[in-house]
């Protein structure tokens, strides 16, 4: 097949004439159209096209085609010091939950023992002064409880003195009896 090249390709001087085409090609969806300057009509310059992407060649045994995806990156490794301080993030954070758990009941239980400390020291002033009042209410009742274990001494030395007969030893030994335990006794009870 005979081919025109458009007058811009053309290499002859500027006087060859073009010579139309005779046959429009097979792929053309275009009909002949009579022209009336006498040229024939020009072909399309062809669109530029993008260069072919690049493939992975193919492995010797498969078959011919070709990937035109790139290979997915490689998942990203942990490092197994982000793993160990993960792990001691973790530690560290339970071991201040515990402490701060054992502080608190610690100081909860020092303030009940404060507490309790508190109320004994009250209970035991009190304590104090009832036994301070009641010292004083024992010395209070010392002097009459000694009076009357003195009365009751010389009550009993005048009854054996009464009950002896009179004018004899038995009659004077009762009698320096009561006079022993009654001495301080008789002249305020006028005998």
Same mark, same amino acid.
């Given at each position: 097949?005979?081919?025109?090249?458009?007058?811009?390709?053309?290499?002859? =001087?500027?006087?060859?004439?073009?010579?139309?085409?005779?046959?429009?090609?097979?792929?053309?969806?275009?009909?002949?159209?009579?022209?009336?300057? !006498?040229?024939?009509?020009?072909?399309?310059?062809?669109?530029?096209?993008?260069?072919?992407?690049?493939?992975?060649?193919?492995?010797?045994?498969?078959?011919?085609?070709?990937?035109?995806?790139?290979?997915?990156?490689?998942?990203?490794?942990?490092?197994?010091?982000?793993?160990?301080?993960?792990?001691?993030? /973790? /530690? !560290?954070?339970?071991?201040?939950? /515990?402490?701060?758990?054992?502080?608190?009941?610690?100081? =909860?239980?020092?303030?009940?023992?404060?507490?309790?400390?508190?109320?004994?020291?009250?209970?035991?002033?009190?304590?104090?002064? $009832?036994?301070?009042?009641?010292?004083?209410? /024992?010395?209070? %009742?010392?002097?009459?409880?000694?009076?009357?274990?003195?009365?009751?001494?010389?009550? $009993?030395?005048?009854?054996?003195?009464?009950?002896?007969?009179? =004018?004899?030893?038995?009659?004077?030994?009762?009698?320096?009896?009561?006079?022993?335990?009654?001495?301080? %006794?008789?002249?305020?009870? =006028?005998?």
């Amino acid at each position: 097949m005979a081919y025109n090249p458009p007058p811009h390709y053309n290499l002859g =001087g500027p006087s060859d004439p073009q010579q139309p085409q005779s046959v429009p090609p097979a792929y053309s969806p275009l009909q002949p159209q009579p022209y009336d300057s !006498g040229y024939a009509p020009q072909s399309p310059l062809p669109a530029p096209t993008a260069p072919p992407p690049q493939s992975i060649p193919a492995q010797p045994g498969y078959g011919t085609q070709t990937f035109l995806q790139p290979p997915p990156p490689p998942a990203p490794r942990k490092s197994p010091a982000v793993v160990l301080l993960a792990i001691g993030m /973790v /530690v !560290g954070l339970a071991a201040a939950a /515990v402490s701060v758990a054992l502080w608190l009941s610690a100081s =909860g239980d020092l303030d009940d023992a404060e507490a309790r400390l508190s109320d004994r020291d009250d209970q035991i002033s009190q304590l104090e002064e $009832d036994l301070a009042a009641a010292q004083a209410q /024992v010395s209070e %009742l010392e002097g009459p409880a000694a009076d009357a274990e003195a009365l009751q001494a010389c009550i $009993d030395e005048l009854n054996a003195y009464y009950l002896t007969e009179a =004018g004899s030893a038995e009659e004077t030994e009762a009698y320096t009896a009561v006079e022993s335990s009654c001495g301080g %006794l008789l002249p305020s009870l =006028g005998i």
